[in-house]
């Protein structure tokens, strides 16, 4: 029996035949038009039916600008305060928050600057772990920005100060379908989103664009007269490849796919088209999860074992028994991470980690694809650039770290 485990996605979360998915907006781009709506109600007096707000590029500009309908926008009784809601438009992917009222409450403070806080439906973050301040909202920090970036182009901020609370009715029920309890977000659902749009999944369209992806890397080796030695550099988003073409300047653009959630996936077309080597860039949720055995990574049919996590560090960090225990009762990866890096076991594990995981994908390269590559792991931080750990090999390929 196989020690290797690829769940399918849930049936709603495949591409429907013939046509295309629709893109959506995140709760922090309607949480964001939300509350610019409502601070120029506050400025002007006026209600807005519509607004503009700017998301978050990859090399961090504020380029594109996106409309958003508001559904409801006035000024409040008392006087100082207005209130706007937009309605969030998941596209075609299965979200629980499709339908939610992001609402933004905007009053008048005396300070200047910006105070954000949740209100109903909303989740208070009750464990570390999360990136977040426990006992704070779970507004994630690039929904923070642009919050501010939008309320900021209402209301001059640096001479006018404003309190922005974001709510949304029913985020408590919505929050229910969620894994937020498990992670100790209590009481509503998370504000989130990296790049303000939400990209639906489709694992028809993911697995032509990765085969695409592998047949041209293998044609350019072809043509170089490389006989296969082209390396395929797997990433599990935005962040991650960029991050890993920081870490790998001397390997061409075409190189580089991610792969999101689908690593047996890729690794099935790796072996079919003859590459040999491939290289895993990610974050520590994902790779604990390879290393677990478990080549789909996504959250609605995997969690992070902790258990993997809590062995990996006894072996690699003897000298302090009572971390592996902690690492075993830990809330998230993140928590995990946040542990060994308190307790400086941060190098040692994480490369024990990464060996671990290198170790899965060349076996489940030989076991289910019947073929073999060569496979070298890294692991960086949550911004994606900085490098923690890697597997033995990682050095041997020319990697730069730093």
């Known amino acids: 029996m196989s020690d290797f485990r690829e769940p399918d996605l849930p049936r709603t979360m495949k591409q ?41 590029g990859k090399d961090g500009s504020w380029a594109e600008r996106v409309r958003f309908a508001v559904d409801r926008c006035e000024v409040v009784s008392p006087p100082g305060r207005a209130e706007a809601v937009v309605v969030k438009d998941a596209g075609d992917d299965p979200d629980v928050t499709h339908g939610a009222r992001l609402t933004a409450t905007v009053s008048w403070r005396e300070d200047p600057g910006i105070e954000l806080d949740g209100g109903v439906g909303v ?47 029913e985020g408590e029920l919505m929050a229910r379908k969620t894994t937020n309890r498990r992670l100790g977000i209590i009481g509503g659902i998370s504000i989130l989103g990296t790049t303000g749009i939400v990209r639906p999944f489709s694992t028809a369209a993911w697995r032509a664009s990765v085969e ?64 040999r080597e ?26 992070v074992d902790t258990d993997v996590l809590a062995d990996l560090t006894t072996r690699a960090f003897p000298e302090n028994p009572s971390l592996a225990a902690d690492v075993r009762l830990a809330n998230t990866a993140r928590h995990v991470f946040e542990l060994w890096d308190t307790a400086g076991a941060l190098p040692a594990c994480a490369n024990a980690l990464c060996e671990q995981v290198a ?21 960086v931080d949550f911004t994606g650039t900085v490098l923690v750990g890697s ?12």
């Not at 013939?18 to 006026?46: Q, Y």
């Not at 994902?286 to 080549?295: E, F, P, R, S």
């Open 212 to 275: 695409q992806a592998v047949s041209v890397l293998a044609a350019q080796a072809a043509e170089e007269n490389r006989r296969g030695d082209a390396t395929l550099v797997l990433c599990t988003g935005g962040r991650t490849e960029k991050g890993a073409m920081a870490l790998l300047p001397h390997l061409p653009e075409v190189s580089f796919v991610e792969v999101g959630d689908f690593t047996g996936a890729a690794l099935r077309r790796c072996v079919e088209h003859g590459v």
């Open 359 to 379: 170790r899965v994908l060349e076996r489940f390269a030989q076991v289910e694809c019947a073929g073999a590559l060569r496979a070298r792991v890294a692991l």
């Open 391 to 402: 597997s033995a090999q990682w050095a041997e390929g020319g990697a730069r770290h730093g």
């Open 123 to 169: 989740g208070v973050v009750t464990k570390p772990g999360l990136g977040l301040e426990v006992g704070g909202p779970a507004i994630n920090p690039v929904p923070r920005a642009m919050i501010a970036r939008a309320v900021g182009e209402a209301v001059d901020l640096e001479a006018r100060g404003v309190r922005v609370v974001i709510s949304v009715p």
């Open 16 to 56: 429907r035949a013939g046509k295309a998915l629709r893109a959506g907006w995140t709760t922090g781009s309607c949480a964001s038009a939300a509350a610019k709506a409502a601070a120029l109600a506050l400025a002007t007096g006026d209600p807005q039916q519509e607004v503009e707000i700017a998301l978050p």
């Open 278 to 303: 491939v290289v895993f860039v990610g974050m520590i949720g994902k790779l604990t999860k390879l290393a677990a055995g478990v080549l789909m990574t996504h959250y609605t049919r995997s969690a």
